[in-house]
């Protein structure tokens, strides 16, 4: 059974159309990296796998119907929804008391040894700590949740680039086993590359990129072409160009790399280049899902 | 000694089903601690009434404690305005406070968490929607009135306490003070804050279903709208039947617990007389219970749906 199983999945807030027909599937022990620009409905379809938010069309998740059934779904499965909304006027130990009532599987243990190793001091209110710190704590209460799936929303916002690096070090060493499932939203897609094992870009709604990154390697290819040989390679279809050092740079899906090195210097693109050219080029925005 | 097998089975299923009911009740039990510790003034407020109490009542034994005895007892009273007597002063001044306290409680419960967007945190952990409207509701039903309860013994026996040593310290003998204080309505005043409660439950679901409503202003939207009815209702159609039934829906309670006396000095060296099973087969409190369930029904759904505002 797959953990996330999404089948036409729409939302919209009035006219403006939040998710237009979302077909994804996101099978168990797979790190997920949910990309897309701000807007792009990437927290709308958080908001609907977790059940907090209305939508119309079919979304099983780790078999439960979020709409329904939150409560029992949120015993396997857990979320940062985003940041700041620790309540302010909570004390750091009330918190780790409460999620240990509430939650069975919260460890009470490892969320101290998570604060121990991080800036936040316990007997602090969530209000007087600084944002990087609430950060910090929020991460710390569920990553000590054993849960099947974590589902996280611009996760690392509000966190310097040390911070960053060491949660996402923690994500994978001390919380990810092969057998848990994350979804991560974010357009931060820099920080995520080394993390992920499949991605897919949203925009405007609609998915325009789902893959694993194996297959991520093997659809794109990015050509550097040598002198002379541009209109070679214009001519074998790229769906991007952009200039970098005075020369051009093409962006390629499913082309054949053999054919491609002939013409320069080809090589597998960054997520980032991918995203950018998939989204900034209006002429494909309004292509269906991948 | 051989158990039954029959036995056994059913101690077994009675030890699974009280698990499994201590299972159920741990989240809202966290959920209600949770509501004390955000909502300190719900306990703290009261309290500090009581002290307040309790220190002029000291002040004014000390200044004249010939009168200490006095005011320590009751004087009879054809009806139940002896809880409210002056000489044991507190108890109308404390329910009325907590009275306020679960009005204003029930009004801010549901907004707050979506103001703050805390609740994005509170529904990322497995407590149902039902289970926090129900501990929210518990706040102004059950933890309210228990504290009223406390707190009305405890400053009354503090009184009683302090009082007799005012007399002791100035050579008077407290006996008779004990013997003459009204321990027995004791009873009565738990019957009638229990009494009260049921019969406000309707307007403590009410507001908390318009604070899971409201985008802004709860207060607003919890009153302009019964203020519009009453004004426009005067000037329109010459009747007051919104007043009416907003002072039924506040005091009502008091002729379907309490069998008040016609004629002012009956029964003057009685106990109010009580009347539960009146009370409790009224319509009034059957329909308000039943408009409460649906209320509180209504604001469990709407907190599924609602967004963060």
């Known amino acids: 059974m797959a953990t996330v199983e999404a089948r036409n999945l729409c939302k919209s807030y009035g006219h403006a159309v939040a998710l237009d027909g979302i077909d994804l599937t996101i099978e168990e022990g797979r790190i997920l990296g949910l990309v897309g620009p701000n807007g792009a409905g990437k927290t709308t379809f958080l908001h609907a796998m977790l059940g907090l938010t209305p939508y119309e069309g079919t979304l099983r998740v780790l078999g439960h119907d979020p709409r329904t059934e939150r409560h029992r779904l949120m015993l396997d499965a857990t979320f940062i929804a985003d940041v700041s909304v620790l309540p302010r006027w909570m004390r750091v130990s009330q918190a780790v008391d409460y999620m240990e009532g509430v939650h069975p599987r919260f460890d009470r243990y490892k969320a101290e040894e998570f604060l121990a190793l991080s800036s936040v001091p316990p007997q602090s209110m969530i209000r007087a700590l600084s944002k990087g710190m609430v950060a910090q704590l929020h991460v710390a209460l569920i990553m000590a949740i054993d849960a099947r799936l974590l589902a996280l929303d611009e996760p690392t916002l509000g966190l310097d680039l040390h911070q960053r690096k060491q949660f996402y070090d923690a994500l994978l060493k001390d919380y990810f086993d092969n057998t848990r499932t994350i979804v991560l939203a974010t357009h931060q897609v820099e920080e995520i590359e080394n993390v992920v094992t499949d991605i897919a870009f949203i925009h405007h709604g609609r998915l325009i990129v789902a893959c694993s990154m194996e297959d991520f390697a093997s659809r794109f290819v990015e050509l550097m072409p040598r002198a002379g040989r541009i209109a070679a390679a214009r001519a074998l279809s790229p769906i991007h160009e952009r200039q970098a050092f005075g020369r051009s740079i093409l962006l390629f899906e499913r082309a054949d790399r053999e054919q491609l090195a002939a013409l320069g210097d080809a090589r597998t693109p960054s997520i980032a280049d991918v995203f950018v050219a998939m989204t900034g080029d209006t002429n494909r925005r309004r292509r269906g899902a991948a | 000694m051989t158990v039954p097998l029959a036995a056994t089975a059913s101690v077994s299923a009675a030890h699974l089903s009280a698990h499994e009911a201590l299972r159920r009740a741990r989240p809202i039990y966290w959920s209600v601690r949770r509501e004390l510790w955000e909502n300190r003034w719900v306990y703290i407020a009261p309290a500090g009434i009581a002290a307040f109490i309790l220190s002029v009542f000291l002040a004014s034994a000390l200044r004249q404690p010939n009168r200490v005895a ?211 087969t009224s319509p009034g409190l059957l329909l308000g219970l039943l408009f409460a369930a649906l209320c509180l029904i209504a604001a469990v759904r709407l907190r599924r749906k609602r967004d963060p505002v």
């Open chain 2, 70 to 280: 006095e005011s320590l007892t009751v004087k009879p009273s054809s009806s139940i305005a002896v809880l409210a007597d002056s000489g044991l002063s507190g108890p109308m001044v404390l329910m009325m406070a907590t009275l306020l306290i679960g009005l204003f409680y029930s009004l801010e419960a549901l907004q707050g968490e979506r103001r703050d967007r805390s609740i994005l945190f509170w529904k990322s952990l497995p407590v149902s929607d039902a289970a926090t409207i129900l501990a929210k509701a518990l706040i102004p039903l059950a933890v309210l009135p228990v504290l009223t309860c406390a707190l009305i013994v405890a400053t009354q026996l503090a009184m009683l306490v302090l009082g007799s040593g005012v007399l002791l310290v100035t050579g008077s003998d407290p006996g008779a003070a004990w013997d003459a204080f009204p321990f027995l309505l004791w009873p009565v005043m738990v019957y009638f804050v229990v009494a009260m409660t049921l019969w406000h439950a309707p307007i403590y679901a009410a507001l908390l279903l318009i604070s899971s409503w409201a985008r802004r202003a709860p207060f607003l939207w919890a009153t302009l709208p019964l203020l519009v009815l009453t004004v426009v209702e005067r000037h329109t159609l010459y009747t007051s039947y919104v007043t009416g039934f907003l002072a039924h829906r506040s005091l009502g309670f008091f002729n379907e617990a309490f069998a008040v006396s016609a004629r002012a000095g009956e029964n003057a060296d009685r106990l109010p007389f009580l009347t539960p099973g009146n009370f409790l």
